[in-house]
């Protein structure tokens, strides 16, 4: 661990949502404990259903756990505001949303008194030159428009980058510039990145740790290496031999 | 000269005939609803202007502000219903057309532009709650299907830690604008596509048309001012029954 990384920042302890849905009652995520520390990344993965993505909205308060607490900084996220916690734990969904109008308006929607210099500064973090900054953002890729939405979410100088499948509907080229990307993000600001992913490939190439999820609970974890060749749960082997639907 | 009697409304009731068979013909299922529409409006214009005729004559404050009171219920009940989606719809729509249709007449009763007389009042308040219900139902519905469909662009917002009102701050104005379109429509075309029913409804009864014209941009005022507020203070209410106090959707 490097020094940054010793921290523990983000801690659910016994974390549960229950949620109904057409009259059934479901827990999306089932009694989860896990402590993140500072400076790491962390793959989350499952089958679909697991719970997954559930668990990313409860870190960034889009939804509150019906039980347990979750801590940040060694506070519950309760005792945050949460437009100020959004920031610092920043969420990136799996299709980037970009506000009308022009990639630079979408940085300006996050800070307002940002300089065009902070643009620029922003826009090459993530791979684009600043000639991005005027285009319209109909007119982007869908990988551009994911890098935009991290630049987008970077300008906000967040602690935590909480990423649900954020290459999902890339190309695997694109796919692989954008975990290098993150990769690099993670190591230049001793960023935490809690990353949904279905590939397990993709969680071999980021490294760091991994979290299995089964039923919205939390199976099995350990570092991504181990896990994902020698996993130790039988949940965790059948996930391997993609068993696990 | 338009003779009125109810010899010359049960003989107009042959367009209704006309309409009946003209549906039937092209198989259009409304031919119920046109029948129990065509009596139903008969049966209650009958007795509101039995109604009116009496409270006219009594001139009675009570009997005028009952008359304003059940305006409001039913266009409040009307209107709610639009608002299924969450619960206090009847309330949320009472409140919003009794502060814009009470704010509007009381201000021109105070600025002595209309006589706080029965025949003044009830109909006036009449155009007013009507028109207004019209918006608040509008809004009500263009927020909710909004907000639902653009659910992502909301959370989106919403995670890059924007409040409930700067994320939703969109779709509340564009709710507004819906539910004034009919107003504002009607004043850009007013006189030019076709006379206002008040006007014509006076120029019929043997009203100067120059008066008529005076009374109708009193109205078209007191509609837009009307519609307005209510529509404002309905937005305001129902969009924030879509988050909770930590600034979560949830719609």
Redesign the interface.
């Known amino acids: 661990m490097t020094p940054c990384q010793d921290t523990v920042i983000i801690e659910a302890r016994n974390v549960s949502r229950q949620v109904t849905a057409n009259g059934n009652i479901k827990k999306t995520v089932d009694n989860f404990s896990y402590a993140f520390h500072k400076g790491n990344i962390y793959n989350i993965i499952g089958p679909s259903g697991a719970g997954k993505t559930s668990f990313l909205r409860l870190l960034?308060?889009?939804?509150?756990p019906t039980e347990g607490k979750i801590l940040y900084q060694n506070n519950r996220l309760?005792s945050y505001q949460?437009?100020?916690?959004?920031?610092n734990i920043?969420?990136i969904?799996q299709?980037p949303?970009l506000?009308p109008g022009t990639v630079g308006t979408n940085l300006e929607?996050?800070k307002s008194d940002c300089t065009q210099n902070e643009i620029k500064f922003h826009l090459e973090r993530v791979g684009l030159n600043f000639q991005f900054s005027g285009k319209d953002v109909s007119e982007l890729s869908v990988g551009e428009k994911q890098r935009v939405a991290i630049a987008?979410?970077l300008i906000?100088k967040p602690e935590v980058l909480l990423l649900d499948e954020p290459t999902a509907a890339l190309d695997p080229t694109s796919s692989q510039t954008i975990e290098r990307l993150l990769l690099s993000l993670i190591k230049e600001f001793c960023l935490t990145a809690i990353m949904v992913t279905h590939n397990p490939e993709q969680a071999k190439r980021m490294g760091g740790f991994t979290l299995l999820m089964v039923s919205g609970r939390l199976v099995e974890d350990g570092e991504t290496a181990e896990l994902l060749t020698n996993p130790k749960t039988e949940s965790g082997q059948k996930y391997i031999r993609r068993e696990l639907k | 000269m338009i003779e009125t009697g109810y010899v010359q409304v049960l003989t107009a009731f042959f367009l209704v005939a006309l309409a009946f068979v003209l549906s039937r013909i092209k198989s259009i299922p409304v031919e119920k609803e046109m029948a129990f529409g065509s009596v139903r409006t008969f049966i209650q214009l009958i007795a509101v202007g039995y109604a009116l005729e009496f409270i006219f004559n009594s001139e009675s404050f009570y009997l005028v502000l009952l008359s304003v009171l059940i305006m409001l219920l039913v266009a409040s009940y009307t209107a709610g219903e639009r608002a299924r989606m969450f619960k206090g719809g009847f309330i949320i729509s009472f409140i919003s057309l009794s502060v814009g249709s009470l704010v509007t007449l009381g201000l021109m009763l105070a600025l002595r532009i209309i006589s706080p007389e029965a025949r003044y009042i009830i109909p006036l308040t009449g155009m007013i709650i009507s028109n207004s219900m019209n918006a608040v139902s509008i809004t009500f519905d263009r927020i909710g299907s909004d907000l639902k469909s653009n659910r992502l662009e909301v959370e989106t917002a919403l995670s890059l830690g924007k409040s409930w009102r700067q994320a939703s701050s969109r779709f509340y104005r564009d709710a507004i604008r819906a539910g004034m379109i009919s107003i504002l429509n009607f004043m850009k075309t007013a006189g030019i596509v076709a006379l206002p029913g008040a006007m014509t409804g006076m120029i019929l009864a043997g009203v100067s048309p120059l008066k008529a014209v005076l009374i109708q941009i009193i109205v078209a005022y007191m509609l837009l001012s009307s519609v307005t507020i209510s529509s404002l203070a309905a937005g305001e209410i129902v969009i924030r029954k879509y988050f909770n106090d930590v600034e979560q959707f949830t719609g």
């Open positions: 960034n308060r889009l939804d509150d309760e949460p437009t100020q916690l959004r920031k920043s969420l969904f299709e949303y506000f929607f996050c987008r979410s906000l």
